[in-house]
């Protein structure tokens, strides 16, 4: 298996802009997760579905991101406009469902963004 | 008070020594727990699942403690690639159903020389 992917790995762009991160969990996997990691606050989540849908968003920062699941096997992650402190790496991650089974995350490589 | 909490270090120990690392959980109902390494510039990679009672891969041994809501990390005989930040993971149902994961900010491990 190829592993969660990721791209872009990484993506400079100017304040404004519009930034799109894009992910495709492993095969299989109902749960998918993004993330955003800096130094001062850790692994924060931001999002993530079950079988496509959206359940919590609750951390999402504000309304410049946006997250979209289309299928089971792509989904996105926009920020528009961007800002510099965006500036951060964003991971995708993937599980199975499992009850109350110990069933982990995988998680790809991440894209390091850059706004300056 | 955070929802997963760790000490972030570093903790710098030469080789060979033995380190231990702890992680408190607010959520009592917490079912799953475990413990990641992230490298530098890498993504998390699962090191461990925590076990109600205990477990050990080699020189890792993992326990959980869910009277005081602790985990708790043991490295013995630590190596110079043992470097790296340790993350724990704790797996909270929602009340959607759904599930997800919590994670503290890390502990930065530095074995030395």
């Known amino acids: 298996d190829a592993g969660v992917i990721q791209s872009p790995r990484h993506e400079v762009t100017e304040m404004g802009q519009e930034v799109t991160l894009r992910c495709k969990p492993i095969?299989?996997?109902?749960?998918l997760f993004w993330y955003r990691q800096t130094m001062m606050r850790g692994l924060e989540l931001l999002i993530y579905?079950?079988?496509?849908?959206?359940?919590?968003d609750s951390g999402m920062p504000e309304d410049r991101f946006s997250a979209k699941m289309p299928n089971a096997s792509f989904s996105t992650l926009k920020i528009q406009p961007s800002e510099p402190r965006d500036s951060a790496v964003y991971f995708c991650a993937s599980s199975l469902a499992g009850g109350t089974s110990s069933y982990e995350q995988y998680f790809g490589p991440g894209t390091r963004l850059t706004v300056t | 008070r955070k929802e997963v909490e760790q000490d972030p270090g570093p903790f710098n120990v030469p080789e060979g020594a033995t380190v231990a690392f702890n992680c408190t959980y607010s959520n009592s109902a917490s079912q799953s727990f475990f413990w990641y390494r992230q490298d530098c510039r890498k993504e998390p990679k699962l090191l461990m699942s925590v076990y109600s009672s205990g477990n050990e891969d080699g020189r890792f041994t993992a326990q959980l403690n869910r009277a005081s809501q602790y985990i708790s990390l043991l490295i013995r005989d630590s190596k110079l690639s043992d470097s790296a930040t340790y993350l724990c993971?704790?797996?909270?149902?929602?009340?959607?159903?759904?599930?997800?994961?919590?994670f503290g900010t890390g502990t930065r491990l530095k074995v030395l020389a």
């Open positions: 993971a704790v797996k909270d149902f929602t009340t959607s159903g759904t599930y997800k994961y919590i």
């Open positions: 579905f079950n079988n496509n849908v959206p359940i919590d």
């Open positions: 095969s299989g996997h109902d749960y």
